[in-house]
C-alpha cells in the first residue's frame, strides 16, 4: 500500500466513523436544549402573572427571555442532525 494514501477510518471504507470528522446527532443534547427553552417560557409566563413588574423593564425581562428560548431552540435544531435541520437554522439565522 502506497504510504500517500490513508487508511479508511472503517472496515467497510466508507468513512463514516469515529475518524470521519462527522459528529453524531445527540438526542440528550436536543432533549436538554428544548427543555431549556421550554423553561424559558414558562419562566416567562410566570413573571407575567405573578410580578407585578410593568412597562418597560418587563417588557425587557421578556424579550431577553424570548430572545434566549429562541437561541436553545435553535441549538436544539443543530442537535438535530437532520437535513431539514440546516434550512431551519439558516431560517434562524436571519430571524435573528
Do not use: C, K, N
Not at 7 to 33: F, K, V
Not at 40 to 56: N, Q, V
Amino acid at each position: 500500500q502506497d504510504e500517500s494514501e490513508a487508511p479508511p477510518a472503517t472496515a467497510d471504507g466508507s468513512g463514516e466513523g469515529p475518524l470521519s470528522g462527522r459528529a453524531r446527532p445527540s438526542r440528550a443534547a436536543t432533549a436538554g436544549y428544548v427543555a431549556i427553552a421550554v423553561g424559558h417560557f414558562w419562566l416567562l409566563r410566570l413573571h407575567s402573572l405573578e410580578s407585578s413588574a410593568t412597562g418597560w423593564f418587563f417588557f425587557e425581562l421578556a424579550l431577553i427571555e424570548v430572545m434566549l428560548a429562541f437561541e436553545a431552540l435553535i441549538y436544539a435544531v443543530g442537535a438535530l442532525g437532520t437535513s431539514i435541520g440546516l434550512p431551519l437554522l439558516t431560517l434562524g439565522g436571519r430571524v435573528r
